[in-house]
C-alpha cells in the first residue's frame, strides 16, 4: 500500500515523531509524486524500511527543511535549493537524480494539433495553468519558455496559478483549466492518458537534486534509501514516467 502522503506544513510540524510509524520521512517534489509512488513501496519490499513523502514544491519544502522539520532527505526540483542547504551546513553534498521537461497537457484534443504557443493563445484555451513561478521549479521553467516565446505578457490574462506542478496538472484534468504547463511525468499517470500533450521544447530541462539532511533522524535508512534510488530498479520507474 503506497504509504506516500500529502501533508502540510502545520499538519506535518503538529505531529510529534512518535505519532508517525515511518523510518524515513522525505520530503520530496511534487513533480516526482508519481513516480515515487512506485519507488516507495519497491524501496520498502527491498529493505523493510518504511517510508513516507510530503509532497510539495521545492520553494515550500526548502522553507519547512530551513525552520527544521524532521525529515531525512530532500529531493528538489532544481539544484539552487539543495546547494544552498550543503553551504548552510544543513545537508550533505547534492547529487541529480532525475532530469525533467515541461509540456502542454490538455484534455482537449484539438489544443494539441499546433504549437504549443499557439494552442496557448488560442481562443479554445481562456484558462491555462502553471505552477508557482518563483517557488516551483516546473513554473520557473514554463515561465522562461514563455518569455522566449514572447508571450509571457500576453498571456497573463488566462493564467491560473497553482501552487506546485502537481496542483496545475490537477486544474488541468479537472477542467478548471483548458489546458497547464505540467510536467512530462503526469502523462503517464491514469490522469494523464485521458488527455494529450505538447512538449514545450523552449523550456530549459529541469534538473532534480537531492541531498541528505544533517539533522536527519534517520541517516541509516536514508542512507539505504539513496543507494537505492540510484539502483536499476529505481532508474526503471524513472525512465517510466519520462525522466532522463
Given amino acids: 500500500?503506497?504509504?506516500?502522503?500529502?501533508?502540510?506544513?502545520?499538519?506535518?510540524?503538529?505531529?510529534?515523531?512518535?505519532?508517525?510509524?515511518?523510518?524515513?520521512?522525505?520530503?520530496?517534489?511534487?513533480?516526482?509524486?508519481?513516480?515515487?509512488?512506485e519507488i516507495i513501496p519497491a524501496f520498502e519490499k527491498a529493505t523493510g524500511i518504511k517510508a513516507e513523502a510530503t509532497f510539495a514544491s521545492t520553494g515550500k519544502l526548502y522553507a519547512q527543511i530551513t525552520n527544521g522539520s524532521p525529515h531525512d532527505i530532500f529531493l528538489a526540483a532544481d539544484q539552487k535549493r539543495p546547494d544552498k542547504l550543503h553551504v548552510a551546513g544543513l545537508a550533505e553534498k547534492p547529487f541529480v537524480y532525475a532530469l525533467g521537461k515541461v509540456v502542454l497537457w490538455s484534455s482537449k484534443p484539438g489544443l494539441c494539433n499546433r504549437p504549443w504557443h499557439e494552442a496557448a493563445m488560442?481562443?479554445?484555451?481562456?484558462?491555462?495553468?502553471?505552477?508557482n513561478t518563483e517557488t516551483a521549479p516546473y513554473g520557473t521553467s514554463a515561465m522562461k519558455a514563455l518569455q522566449k516565446a514572447g508571450i509571457w505578457d500576453d498571456i497573463q490574462p488566462k493564467l491560473v496559478h497553482g501552487q506546485s506542478i502537481a496542483q496545475a496538472f490537477q486544474y488541468?484534468?479537472?477542467?478548471?483549466?483548458?489546458?497547464?504547463?505540467?510536467?512530462?511525468?503526469?502523462?503517464?499517470?491514469?490522469?494523464?492518458?485521458?488527455?494529450?500533450?505538447?512538449?514545450?521544447e523552449e523550456a530549459p530541462r529541469v534538473v532534480q537534486a537531492a541531498c541528505l539532511l544533517k539533522n536527519a533522524p534517520h541517516p541509516e535508512a536514508a542512507q539505504k534509501f539513496i543507494k537505492f534510488l540510484s539502483g536499476p530498479e529505481a532508474k526503471a520507474i524513472k525512465t517510466k514516467y519520462g525522466y532522463e
Avoid at 488560442?122 to 505552477?131: C, D, F, L, Q, R
Avoid at 488541468?172 to 514545450?200: L, P
Wanted: net charge positive; with cysteine; hydrophobic share 55%.
Fill in 1 to 37: 500500500m503506497i504509504r506516500a502522503t500529502i501533508l502540510t506544513l502545520t499538519l506535518l510540524l503538529s505531529l510529534p515523531l512518535s505519532a508517525r510509524a515511518a523510518d524515513l520521512l522525505i520530503a520530496q517534489a511534487a513533480n516526482f509524486m508519481p513516480a515515487m509512488q
Fill in 122 to 131: 488560442s481562443a479554445s484555451a481562456s484558462k491555462i495553468a502553471i505552477a
Fill in 172 to 200: 488541468a484534468h479537472t477542467g478548471a483549466a483548458d489546458a497547464g504547463f505540467c510536467a512530462y511525468s503526469s502523462v503517464f499517470t491514469e490522469q494523464g492518458r485521458k488527455g494529450c500533450f505538447s512538449v514545450v
